[in-house]
């Protein structure tokens, strides 16, 4: 998963940035203390781990779930200062499975870029991801909030169930799409719900409230997983880049391909059972699958279906008054479907 | 790490049972609960995981830390049931590092046999272990209990940033004494320290109490870590089995090895630099190398420093008032040591 949110610099005037870019500018302070944090923690007598971990945490500055956590606190008059650790807490778990997902997946790429598996090895990306996921709940140690803690605990587990469910339908073209958004429910959607949700809890506001920023970020997170995974496809664009492919390569059955397959003839269906279940593939097969998916018009209603979920979590946050925040947190939500364009 | 404890069977009299089994004997119904604990939290909809994690958890059914904890917990008078949540949680914590462990080592054979990895493939054992050892927070959250999550969260990143260490200094011959004393009182003793220190904690007790429940832990386990990797040599026995030379054949550096280098001569130095760090080993280098670190004393020396450790925790009791299971929970220190012989 990446967010390829371009970050805000100074001389760009607000109205030109970008929703994620307005929440920067909103929340910079808060994001400011998430970083220090970051940075602070990852640091060991042990130089593989802040080495590694910078290489993966501090990088790009890609932050788009601990900046859920400080905007959905901002909304809830939050006045402590607990969500800048919960916030790192979230960032570091999403570090942890970003980092046990590469040996995982055993690329040699990831979004065109070589994983820290493939220049630290696996043991140090698996060791260093147990640090930053045992770095996280010490952090939500710290706030004292073991509501918090539920959350965020509760949804390390659905993450690790939804990861191996994922490994047990890796080049099954024939899983179902109840299946297939159970997975991306668990593995992605999960932690961007408990990011939303430990803000209404720490913040002491209503159930409502609660179930109103949880079922927001459960939404977003839907939304983000698939458009990422049309962006694997190459979304709408008509060229390829070469940040495109990894699920293709790696034999994971996504939305489109799934309801590619359901409508594909006899040879589609052969193309699709080579290159995902027998798993042989040559250089032209991406593009040929692509063909295949526009043709078929699943990588447009994935997206469809994105913006659906969008829609729903911008309606999410109805409960809340109006406000400048509510409505870029709202803008947020499309944003992550349009970031396609 | 394995714990070569033979369990009671009913019809042994309570006398001939080592102290483990005594243990074992008095924590009967506690264990029993602890075992139902952990079969229940193993379950998952998603079938690789209870497969996997039954083959590590309850396949030989050694318990040593959670035994360790409701011991202790009964020692501080302890009269709740919060005490089965954490053994659990220590056991699946234990359970999650042996899994990432197999897959850093990359061993064909631990203590003779096949590990999960090489079963379920790594994926699935990097995974399984990420569910367990989110599964292990669940427990602690609740407990409901902020100060016993601390203590096993904090020991959590030690053991990460521990096992990290011990990678940084694999096929290093010239690691030092104390360098080696630090990564095996982070990678083993810490969670030792851990398992024993939650009990005082849920039982209210004594700042005394809970430093010396500590220290009991911490001592047993540094102990244990010397034996276990003195029995990777085979202890003092004259016979190797086939469950011996792991940390050799890993290039991994203990005590017994560190001492005998020290003292080496020009023949010696050359054969402990080619198998260690060039990692170039024969079929008859296990037995050289047993036979440099019995001429060195270098076995023996390490058990006497086991067998220190192991007084020094049964020493760290004397605070408790006199009684059986107090004697049990120092004899079983001393145990720990002499399951050797």
Known sequence: ????????????????????????????????????????RMQSPVGIIPDLAAHLVSAGGKRLRPLLTVA??????????????????????????????????????????????????????ILVGDFLFAGAF?????????????????????????????????????????????IIRAKTAALFAAATEVAPIIAERS???????????????????LV??????????????????????????TLPVIRAYQ????????????VVVEHVQTDTDLETAVSYLRAAGTLQSTLEQARKYADDARQALSIFPKSNLRSTLGDLAGYVVDRIN
């Open 263 to 274: 409508q594909a003839g006899h040879v589609e269906k052969a193309f699709w059972n080579r």
């Open 207 to 225: 159930t409502a409230e609660r179930a109103a920023l949880r079922d927001y970020g459960m939404k977003i997170g839907l939304a983000f997983q």
């Open 138 to 182: 010490n952090l939500m140690v710290e706030t004292g909030s073991m509501e918090a803690l539920s959350v965020l605990s509760k949804a390390s587990s659905v993450i690790a169930e939804g990861e191996v469910k994922q490994l047990a339908y890796l080049r099954k073209i024939t899983v179902t799409e109840a299946d297939y958004m159970d």
């Open 228 to 253: 990422d995974d049309a962006l694997d496809y190459g979304g709408m664009e008509s060229a390829l880049g070469k940040s495109v492919g990894d699920d293709f390569r790696e034999g994971k059955v």
């Open 72 to 125: 959905s606190a901002a909304m809830c008059g939050y006045q402590g200062q607990d969500h800048h650790k919960l916030a790192a807490a979230v960032e570091f778990i999403h570090s942890a499975t970003l980092l046990h997902d590469d040996v995982v997946d055993e690329s040699e790429l990831r979004r065109g870029k070589r994983p820290a598996n493939k220049i630290w090895g696996n043991a140090s990306s």
């Open 1 to 40: 998963m990446s967010e390829p949110i371009k970050f805000p610099t100074p001389e760009m005037p607000v109205a030109r940035k970008n929703p994620a870019e307005r929440l920067l500018v909103l929340a910079a302070s808060d994001m400011a203390a998430v970083d220090s944090l970051i940075t602070d």
